[in-house]
């Protein structure tokens, strides 16, 4: 018979193996609130200040295309956009030489995406998208599957598989749910049975499913639909119409031109969701209507207050996408629809709804609805446009208060950061690699990926500032470029410095193994040696202090600039390529904030 004290070892044995596993999958949660992030043309995410709380029952959906597989993707890819600008009158000529390298109807891209001529199957690039997402606060993304009978298998069973792996490690990643067909067709049924059998049956991945009145929500049509599927959902069949408001009492929309109706009147005057888009493929007269209709389509810088902006750079405020944000707020729904992520093809027919050489859905900058960053000079505007206004719909949490001054001892022994607050938390497991076939026969690369940035801190006192940031594993050894590197926006202000960046440190170190910091020179990639300072790192974790006088010119009163870490950066002085390259706390374009009283 065992001892008591054996009893107790097995206990303790137990309880450390509990704590131990609850510590490898994270709770997932939303980290990204309070982070500040300004664009490329100046405009500043709107803050806990600016916005409120967080509002109770307050959804975003985004529309996200499954579709970039081997279907799509075999053939090859073209770049419109590109094509237009080297011959624009081939814009309505089916037969123009410039469409010959065109083979496949969804070849041709509108521009080419940030990522490259990716495939859905590529887990670097649901892994990114996962948490662009999440740090945008999406809350559902919605696959199209409206098309024949495509439910996009191939891509859907990777993205489940990334996003549960990037669920245990802590991101919050959107919920999922499907768009069938838009009608009780044979093809709709078809569809939902196999999105049943599949997905839903076996219970598996359950933790992203999108629940709307108590069950799994897909969008598509009861009419049709046998037991147990018909029971086991709640339906929203999607309507196609882009004007006339609901066909029937549950359904929602996808699309619509502005000013937009709202869906499911549950109360009178509230409504269960409306849809956003970026733009839309109508006219006046028409809809839809190709994105090349030559009758004026409702692009991204079309507004029904103000008609067309003709602007060359209207394209990057996102005119069409504000204008039915601001309609969602006045109808102020449960769920706000966004079209879309990542579209980004479209078929080529020779003729299709009077139009020419007729591109339905996308064409170009200009004619096209994706958000996901793109090499088009739209750059990332569009997806800090949506962030910007899904916190202006939701709200956000509050600012955790700093304890106030604390002198820390940079001997590399970090037991003086113990209580020190608050955390600032980047995602664990953002520096996956890749290798993965896109489009054609193109083939992506990327090891940049190395020191993966999880939380920092932030302490200070009379004469310093002090830094901390720990990594998921130890951290590699500072003999190589673009290591463990600090960049502070001391003033808040975009005007000076790179990218509203002052100071960079750590970009070298002297022959005593002290950290330079330098100060940028002239607003872009250009610094000059400003002073040295003392830093420790070991194991996981790096402590590094700056003299105060030097990032804020006073000892005394309030300390209030934004800050963010870098490792492996490949292309200096291009801010997109902290989506791609290395690891950034936080990401991309965001930065943290730290501000004292």
């Known amino acids: 018979m065992p001892s008591p004290k054996n009893n107790l070892f097995h206990i303790i044995i137990i309880s450390l193996i509990v704590l131990c596993s609850t510590c490898v999958s994270a709770e997932p949660k939303q980290i990204s609130d309070n982070w500040a992030a300004t664009d490329a043309i100046g405009r500043k995410l709107p803050g806990h200040a600016e916005v409120g709380d967080v509002k109770k029952d307050k959804y975003v959906a985004v529309f996200y295309w499954t579709w970039h597989g081997r279907r799509h993707a075999n053939p090859g890819y073209a770049n419109v956009s590109r094509i237009i600008r080297q011959y624009p009158d081939a814009v309505n000529d089916y037969d123009h030489p410039a469409w010959n390298a065109v083979s496949g109807v969804h070849a041709c891209h509108w521009a080419e995406p940030l990522f490259g001529y990716y495939r859905t199957t590529d887990p670097w690039v649901l892994r990114k998208h996962a948490e662009m997402l999440s740090d945008a606060g999406v809350d559902v993304v919605v696959f199209d599957c409206t098309n024949g009978t495509f439910t996009w298998k191939e891509s859907y069973d990777v993205l489940i598989k990334t ?15 499907f768009l069938c067909p838009f009608g009780p067709s044979d093809n709709s049924r078809v569809i939902v049975e196999h999105l049943y059998n599949d997905v839903y049956k076996t219970g598996h991945f359950k933790d992203l499913w999108f629940y709307w009145n108590g069950k799994p929500l897909i969008m598509a049509y009861p009419d049709n639909i046998k037991e147990p599927a018909r029971s086991f959902f709640t339906f929203r069949p999607g309507q196609p119409d882009y004007r006339s408001g609901s066909r029937r009492k549950d359904d929602w929309s996808w699309l619509e031109v502005y000013p937009q109706n709202g869906y499911v009147e549950y109360r009178p005057g509230q409504y269960e969701m409306v849809s956003v888009g970026a733009a839309q493929n109508a006219t006046d007269s ?6 090349n209709d030559t009758n004026q389509v409702y692009g991204r810088s079309y507004t029904k207050a103000n008609g067309f902006d003709r602007r060359p750079e209207a394209v990057l405020y996102g005119l069409n996408f504000q204008e039915q944000w601001n309609r969602a707020f006045e109808l102020d729904p449960k769920l706000i629809f966004v079209t879309g992520w990542n579209e980004w093809i479209a078929g080529r027919f020779k003729n299709w709804q009077g139009t020419e050489n007729a591109f339905p859905d996308e064409f170009n900058v200009e004619y096209s609805r994706d958000i996901e960053p793109a090499k088009a000079m739209i750059g990332d505007n569009y997806y800090y446009q949506l962030v910007g206004n899904i916190r202006k719909f939701k709200g956000v949490k509050s600012v ?22 608050p955390d600032y938390y980047d995602h664990k497991g953002d520096t996956l690699h890749r290798n993965h076939r896109g489009y054609g026969d193109l083939v992506y690369t990327n090891t940049t990926g190395r020191n993966d940035f999880v939380k920092s801190r932030i302490s200070y006192d009379e004469d310093n500032v002090y830094f901390y940031i720990e990594t998921a594993e130890t951290i590699t050894a500072s003999d190589k470029p673009g290591w463990m590197m600090l960049l502070v926006d001391a003033d808040r202000d975009k005007t000076t410095g790179w990218q509203g960046y002052d100071y960079i440190v750590n970009r070298s170190r002297t022959a005593g193994n002290r950290a330079v910091i330098e100060k940028n020179l002239n607003n872009v990639w250009r610094w000059e040696k400003a ?12 402590e590094l202090c700056v003299r105060r006088i030097l990032l804020m010119n006073h000892t005394s009163g309030r300390i209030d600039f934004e800050f ?5 950066i490949m292309q200096n002085g291009d801010i997109m390529d902290f989506y791609v390259s290395g690891d950034v ?13």
Not at 286 to 291: D, G, S, Y
Not at 402 to 418: A, L, M, V
Not at 564 to 568: Q, R, S
């Open 400 to 421: 955790t208060s700093s304890i106030g001054p604390k002198s820390i001892k940079i001997d590399g022994d970090f037991n003086d950061w113990i209580g020190v607050k």
């Open 531 to 542: 002073g040295d300072l003392k830093f420790q790192f070991k194991g996981n974790r790096m």
């Open 564 to 568: 963010k870490w870098a490792d492996n």
């Open 286 to 291: 028409l809809a839809p209507a190709a994105m």
């Open 585 to 597: 706390a936080p990401s991309a374009r965001f930065n943290y904030v730290y501000s004292v009283e």
């Open 163 to 177: 996003w549960t792996r990037a669920r245990q490690d802590g991101v919050k990643t959107p919920q999922i749910t």
